[in-house]
């Protein structure tokens, strides 16, 4: 079996690498390159650094390796998805685009087509059922980043590895020391590395896309705990409100556009409510909730107070046991 390994230089996806070779693969390592360009190189994107380490990894495995550029496309699908939202008053998931649309998307159009598997430092699993892959949680339920999957489709899903999904964090970084890898004590990236640095006056802010919903930090305000609470994109305003408990934070209904499934659509047309499971952010916690639906709207109801409801983010829907990720829609 022909496998493609994305390799950033992380500690995850190196141990990627070593899984694979221990499972009697021969990966080809990939390093994608999709930071932002200046004149001085890379702005805040440690490539040369990452670059150094995955050729090691390469090397030290006897894999072949391919440095390519998804630059072009990185810029004109996530960072323009970015901008736009930004500008609409939303609140992007640059992070799930990414995933979609480059790693996933335009990779397996120019290079990916050639592999049967395209395997990923991400936590998480895949489950076979019914003749069917599913996307599941990882072991490690701190780490799990099905939220950040939930977009793919089901042909991309059934072509991805996920050779860490069954470790724990602790676990990988282990392989990665025994096996003396470079990247054992290096620290987890931070996703997305194009947005700039912002400075904020007491009482004013340069700007309503600058501020996203539960927002705490960054504010420039004294005397809180201040969090985000509302945006009105048309006079410019940003709402905030004092105290962790306020009300003004939660909500109890999250309403989602454009749902779509992963591997199937489970329900089909129904009345009434379905019970599941959900996230509205990257979090290790699960909500439980109900979701209905409306013609092509799916609404999802809790008993518990739910904290910064953000348009523009997406709602991961899973099982009743936190086990298979279902689907997502975009929280209107």
């Given amino acids: 079996m022909e496998i493609a390994a994305l390799v950033s230089g992380g500690v995850d996806s190196s141990v990627v690498v070593h899984q694979l070779k221990e ?22 994107c440690p490539s040369e650094e990452d670059i150094e380490i995955v050729t090691f990894i390469a090397r030290k495995y006897g894999c072949r390796f391919e440095i390519v550029s998804l630059h072009e496309e990185y810029w004109n699908s996530v960072v323009q998805y970015t901008i736009d939202s930004v500008k609409r008053g939303l609140t992007p998931n640059p992070d799930m685009m990414c995933n979609k649309l480059i790693k996933f998307g335009t990779f397996e159009q120019k290079w990916g087509h ?28 701190v780490k799990d980043q099905t939220y950040f999957l939930g977009q793919v489709s089901y042909m991309q899903v059934s072509k991805l590895m ?23 004590q290096r620290k987890d990236s931070q996703g997305i590395c194009f947005l700039g640095k912002v400075n ?26 201040w969090f985000v609470i509302k ?33 199937k659509d489970v329900w089909g047309d129904f009345d009434g409510e379905k019970e599941v499971t959900f996230k509205i952010r990257h979090t290790p916690e699960f909500t439980r909730g109900r979701i209905s639906k409306t013609g092509d709207l799916y609404s999802i109801s809790s008993g518990l107070p739910i904290q910064g409801i953000a348009a523009g983010q997406f709602g991961v829907v899973y099982d009743t046991e936190s086990r298979l990720c279902l689907g997502s829609g975009m929280i209107i």
């Fill in 162 to 184: 996920f050779p860490v999904g069954n470790l724990l964090k602790s676990e990988v970084r282990k392989i990665a020391a025994d096996n003396k890898l470079p990247s054992a």
């Fill in 200 to 225: 904020y006056n007491r009482g004013r802010h340069q700007g309503f896309w600058f501020h996203t919903i539960g927002q705490r930090k960054g504010l420039g305000l004294s005397g809180g705990p």
């Fill in 23 to 44: 499972m009697g693969y021969d990966p080809t390592v990939f390093y994608i390159k999709i930071g932002m360009e200046d004149e001085q190189g890379y702005i805040d």
């Fill in 114 to 141: 050639h592999f049967d598997k395209i395997a990923t430092g991400h936590y998480a699993t895949t489950t076979e059922s019914e003749g069917l892959t599913w996307l599941s949680t990882a072991k490690d339920h």
């Fill in 231 to 263: 945006k009105d994109v048309n006079r410019n305003i940003v709402y905030v409100s004092k105290g962790y408990n306020t009300r003004h934070q939660y909500g109890n209904v999250v309403n989602l556009q454009g749902f779509s499934f992963i591997t």
